[in-house]
């Protein structure tokens, strides 16, 4: 019996040593598979971080990329480039350049509701009546000119943006044409005016600011380029040579068939004999869908219908008083044709000598006349 019992006992305490070993195991196996969740949910919280870092990074270089594309994008414009897109004005801008932004209107600054609305930040209002004198809106004096782009800081080194509060309005390119004239030699104009900067979301201000003027010499006798722009003279000289020059006129086509001067202070209305039609900016003829600047190619075009080229042909472009035809000259002039001209005189100074010839009406129609300014009727102002 005692043997029965101790190896029964034997047998019981190798049951609860056996069960021992299975809770053991269980438990053994329950830590090893909590050790695995818990290893597999660090490792997908760590391949989550991985893809997280990864993303930051690979915005970092995107972001660093869109720099690295700004700054090459600012220093492949080329210097005598002179119409800019707004993303480039900004870069210019940040780019901690000496540049002085200038929005041109016809006025005083509190006359100016668009600027005063809402402008570039740091930009300047220029009145027009500063670069053009009074009997015929011609460029005031080099010495007039001189003063006045010191007074904004400008000398021939500073980079000078001009922009207009519409793309028709081209206060601005008239502004950009004084200053490369005058001799500054890095010239740009934000294409599509104030409206292609607020498109692109940049911030802009209302406070008027004043500028500083500088001390420095401007740095080069003005006009530093007199060949840009041409006097009445000289296109009547270079109209002796009509088989290679010619006057293009960027006016309405009313202005251009002789129906209305286009202006309430011009009477007489007509073109200088033997001038074409080179289309007109304020019908949005030299803006694209956009506002932005037509290209060569448009220019191109509009001239190769009178039979023009700037390819063989020396071209005065000219309007009433010099404005409008500031487009096609600044077009042709960054893509460095030296012989394109701005008429600055336009229709309002050649109506002012009675002997100056005129033509009447579409050449080569049956209503076309050839006149003098003597003969025209003074009813033609715009009403």
Not at 105 to 117: I, L, R, S
Request: net charge negative.
């Amino acid at each position: 019996m005692r043997r029965k019992g101790v190896f029964k006992m034997k047998m019981n305490y190798g049951k609860i040593l056996l069960s021992v070993a299975l809770l053991s195991a269980a438990l053994s196996a329950c830590g090893n598979a909590k050790k695995a969740e818990t290893s597999a949910v660090s490792s997908e919280k760590s391949t989550e971080a991985a893809s997280e870092k990864a993303q930051e990074t690979e915005k970092a270089g995107e972001t660093e990329k869109a720099g690295e594309k700004e700054a090459t994008d600012l220093s492949s414009v080329k210097e005598e480039t002179v119409y800019v897109s707004a993303d480039y004005v900004k870069a210019l801008l940040d780019s901690g350049k000496d540049v002085k932004v200038l929005e041109a209107a016809w006025g005083p600054v509190d006359a100016d509701e668009d600027y005063n609305k809402a402008h570039i930040p740091g930009a300047f209002h220029v009145n027009t009546d500063d670069i053009e004198e009074e009997k015929t809106w011609n460029f005031r004096s080099p010495e007039e000119i001189e003063k006045l782009l010191k007074k904004y800081g400008i000398t021939k080194d500073t980079i000078v943006v001009t922009y207009g509060n519409t793309p028709e309005n081209t206060a601005d390119d008239r502004l950009a044409t004084v200053l490369l004239w005058a001799g500054v030699e890095d010239v740009k104009n934000l294409s599509g005016g104030i409206d292609a900067w607020v498109k692109e979301g940049f911030e802009t201000e209302k406070k008027v600011n004043e500028p500083v003027a500088t001390k420095e010499d401007f740095g080069v006798k003005i006009p530093a380029h007199p060949e840009y722009v041409l006097s009445i003279d000289e296109v009547k000289e270079k109209m002796k040579d009509d088989a290679k020059f010619k006057l293009v006129s960027i006016r309405s086509k009313d202005e251009f068939l002789g129906k209305t001067s286009g202006y309430s202070y011009i009477d007489r209305a007509g073109e200088p004999l033997g001038a074409v039609w080179g289309h007109d900016t304020d019908d949005g003829s030299y803006n694209n869908a956009d506002g932005t600047v037509v290209d060569l190619a448009k220019l191109e075009e509009y001239l190769g219908e009178s039979g023009l080229s700037l390819e063989k042909n020396d071209i005065a472009f000219y309007c009433g008083t010099g404005w409008r035809a500031s487009v096609p000259f600044l077009i042709a002039h960054e893509n460095g044709f030296k012989n394109a001209y701005l008429y600055d005189g336009g229709w309002f100074q050649w109506q002012m000598d009675p002997e100056n010839k005129v033509q009447l009406g579409e050449p080569g129609s049956s209503d076309y006349k050839e006149v003098q300014v003597k003969d025209l009727s003074t009813d033609k102002a715009k009403k």
